[in-house]
C-alpha cells in the first residue's frame, strides 16, 4: 500500500542544523510533487516545501525560505529536507505528504506519520 | 499570499446534528479547495479537492461546495466518528495555505 514514512527527528539546539528523510512505497514516487508540512504543537497546519515530480522546482514558505532546503532522490523513492539555522518557531511535528499530481498545485492524498522536532536549548 | 479563513473555530454539535464549515479565501482560487480531517495524534487525512470531489471511501455525509473566495464544508448528520479538527487549504498557488482549522467537538 502507499506509505510515507519519515525520520531524523528529535531535540536540536538554536541555531544548529537537522535533516529529515522520508521513504515511500506502493506507488511511482518519480510521478509526484512531494512536501513538507509542520504543525506546532496545538497549532494548525503550516505547509513548509514542495519538490516536484523530477526534482527540477522546488517552493518554500516565507517562514523557512533560505534556512531550509527540499531534495529528492527518484533512484531511492525518498525526500529530504535539511533544516538549518533552527529558531526555536520551527519546533512542530513535520509531514511528508505526496501531492495528487506531478506539479506543485495540489491537494495532498498521503501523509507519513509525522516526525517531532524540537528546537531548545 | 492568500489567506485562508476558516469559521467557526470551535464547533459543538450532537450526533445526528447537520454541521456546516465556511472557508473564506482572501482572492479568488477559482475552485482549487481541498478539505482535510485530523483526529488527535494523528496525520491529516484528505476528505475533498477540487471544491466538491469526494476522496474514495470518504462517506457521502460529507459534502463541499463554493467557488472563487467562498466555500463550505457540510456533514449533513453528523457520526463519533466525525468528532475531530477540520482544515480547508487552498492549492491555486505553489505555497498551499491552509485555513486556521475548526474543531468539531461533542455537545
Known amino acids: 500500500q502507499v506509505q510515507l514514512v519519515e525520520s531524523g527527528g528529535g531535540v536540536v539546539q538554536p541555531g544548529r542544523s537537522l535533516r529529515l528523510s522520508c521513504a515511500a512505497s506502493g506507488f511511482t514516487f518519480s510521478r509526484y510533487g512531494m512536501h513538507w508540512v509542520r504543525q506546532a504543537p496545538g497549532k494548525g497546519l503550516e505547509w513548509v516545501a514542495v519538490t516536484i515530480y523530477d526534482g527540477s522546482k522546488e517552493y518554500y514558505a516565507d517562514s523557512v525560505r533560505g534556512r531550509f532546503t527540499i531534495s529528492r532522490d527518484n533512484s531511492k523513492n525518498t525526500m529530504d529536507l535539511q533544516m538549518n539555522s533552527l529558531r526555536v518557531e520551527d519546533t512542530a511535528v513535520y509531514y511528508c505528504a505526496k501531492g495528487i499530481g506531478y506539479n506543485y498545485g495540489n491537494p495532498l492524498d498521503t501523509w507519513g506519520q509525522g516526525i517531532l522536532v524540537t528546537v531548545s536549548s | 499570499d492568500i489567506q485562508m479563513t476558516q469559521s467557526p473555530s470551535t464547533l459543538s454539535a450532537s450526533v445526528g446534528d447537520r454541521v456546516t464549515i465556511t472557508c473564506r479565501a482572501s482572492?479568488?482560487?477559482?475552485?482549487?479547495l481541498a478539505w482535510y480531517q485530523q483526529k488527535p495524534g494523528k496525520a491529516p487525512k484528505l476528505l475533498i479537492h477540487e471544491t466538491s470531489s469526494l476522496e474514495s471511501g470518504v462517506p457521502s455525509r460529507f459534502s463541499g461546495s463554493g467557488s472563487g473566495t467562498l466555500f463550505t464544508l457540510t456533514i449533513s448528520s453528523l457520526q463519533p466518528d466525525d468528532f475531530a479538527t477540520y482544515y480547508c487549504q487552498e492549492y491555486n498557488t505553489y505555497s498551499l495555505t491552509f485555513g486556521g482549522g475548526t474543531r468539531v467537538d461533542i455537545k
Open positions: 482572492e479568488s482560487i477559482s475552485v482549487w
